[in-house]
Each structure stands twice: as structure tokens, then as C-alpha cells.
């Protein structure tokens, strides 16, 4: 949308500014309708620190809240509750950013999108993560091994071709791999879908 928001959440007591969740919330609003939701405030401390990591960086948001007509998978799907975003760091490589929220915080999931241009995170009971090698636009396509995949960078050399070819092959055009087949089954997330537990 080409908005900019300078986010304190802190104030100087360490308690979070009512007013900066406000700002959040409707900077964070869904992009196709317009509506807003409260942020959890977790996810809106991750983002503080992530800008924090890397100071003088625009952290930016690719997207925030999404309203449950507009969402995919709006019964399970974080975007919907205010509980996910996908952003990255200008300047800082999306597999280095997906690292440092893994190491650096609980409760998380985080979806790497190697072929793509975010990390999504959310907030949730368990960690999870997962990769999808699909394109902009492309129907997702998880990886089977995401220890494996991040383990030497393989990640980074699957393109949404080979991943088409050999991780998920379709037949006109549908995904052959369904979500519970490669989801744990406490997954919340199953607007990217492909959770596992860590």
C-alpha cells in the first residue's frame, strides 16, 4: 500500500503503549476489505524485535490481518485472527531473517518461501515450520524434509520447477500431496499450510 509506520510499542517503563497496538492494528488492517482486528501482542513484540536486530532496516510487511472473506482458509487460518504476518527485512536475505526468528523465539511458526519474497510468522502454542518452493502465485508446494532442505542450503537451489517435479508432481494442475498428509495435526495455520512441529 506504500504506508510507513515508525512502531514504539514500549514505553519507557517497558509497558506496551495501548496507543502503539492501536496504530498496529490499523496499519496491519486487511488490504482487500479495509477491516482491521486487534493484534496479538506477541506477534506485535516479534516484529519489535526484529526491527530491533536490525537497526535502521524497514521491516516490510507483505501482509497483516486478513479478513475471513478474502482468506483462503479463514477457519483455521492465523491471518484471520490477527496471530500471523508476512514480511521481510530491506537488505537482509529471507533465509537469514527465518533463522533468527527460529533461534531466537517460542511459540512460533515460520514459513519459508525460498522462490517467493517473505518469511511468515505467527504466533501459536507449538513451533512449526515449513517450506513452500512454489512461485508468486503458484499452488503451494511443501517440502517433505525441511530439516533436510535447510541443512546445507538446498533450500535456496530447488527452484518451483525442479520442486514441481520432484516433491509434489501434479496432474492438471491439482496438488497430489494434501495438506494432512504433510501438516502435524496440530497445525494452525493452514493458510501456507505444511506445519510441522519442531
Given at each position: ?7 514504539q510499542?514500549f ?5 506496551i ?13 486487511c488490504t482487500r476489505?479495509?477491516?482491521d482486528h486487534?493484534i496479538?501482542?506477541r506477534?506485535a513484540t516479534i516484529?519489535?524485535?526484529i526491527?530491533?536486530r ?16 478474502v482468506?483462503?482458509?479463514?477457519k483455521r487460518?492465523?491471518h484471520t485472527r490477527?496471530r ?6 530491506r537488505g537482509?536475505p529471507?533465509?537469514v531473517?527465518r ?9 512460533v511458526?515460520?514459513g519459508y518461501y525460498?522462490n ?5 510468522i505467527?504466533?501459536?502454542?507449538r513451533?512449526a ?12 508446494c511443501?517440502?517433505r524434509?525441511v530439516?533436510?532442505?535447510?541443512r546445507?542450503?538446498?533450500a535456496e537451489?530447488?527452484?518451483p ?6 516433491i ?5 494442475g ?5 495438506l ?6 496440530t497445525a494452525?495455520?493452514?493458510?501456507h499450510?505444511g506445519?510441522r512441529t519442531?
Amino acid at each position: 500500500t506504500g504506508k510507513r509506520y515508525d512502531l514504539q510499542l514500549f514505553d519507557t517503563e517497558g509497558r506496551i503503549r495501548r496507543e502503539a497496538r492501536s496504530d498496529l492494528r490499523e496499519f496491519l488492517a486487511c488490504t482487500r476489505t479495509g477491516a482491521d482486528h486487534p493484534i496479538h501482542w506477541r506477534l506485535a513484540t516479534i516484529v519489535v524485535a526484529i526491527g530491533a536486530r536490525w537497526p535502521g532496516r524497514t521491516v516490510e510487511v507483505v501482509s497483516g490481518y486478513r479478513h475471513p472473506s478474502v482468506s483462503r482458509h479463514a477457519k483455521r487460518s492465523n491471518h484471520t485472527r490477527g496471530r500471523a504476518i508476512d514480511l521481510r527485512v530491506r537488505g537482509v536475505p529471507n533465509r537469514v531473517l527465518r533463522d533468527a526468528v527460529r533461534r531466537s523465539f517460542t511459540g512460533v511458526g515460520v514459513g519459508y518461501y525460498p522462490n517467493s519474497s517473505f518469511v511468515h510468522i505467527d504466533v501459536r502454542d507449538r513451533d512449526a515450520e515449513w517450506i513452500d518452493y512454489a512461485g508468486p502465485g503458484q499452488v503451494a508446494c511443501y517440502s517433505r524434509d525441511v530439516a533436510g532442505d535447510l541443512r546445507g542450503r538446498r533450500a535456496e537451489q530447488i527452484s518451483p520447477a525442479q520442486a514441481r517435479q520432484t516433491i509434489c508432481p501434479t496432474s492438471t494442475g491439482v496438488r497430489t500431496r494434501t495438506l494432512p498428509e504433510i501438516a502435524d495435526e496440530t497445525a494452525e495455520d493452514d493458510e501456507h499450510g505444511g506445519s510441522r512441529t519442531r
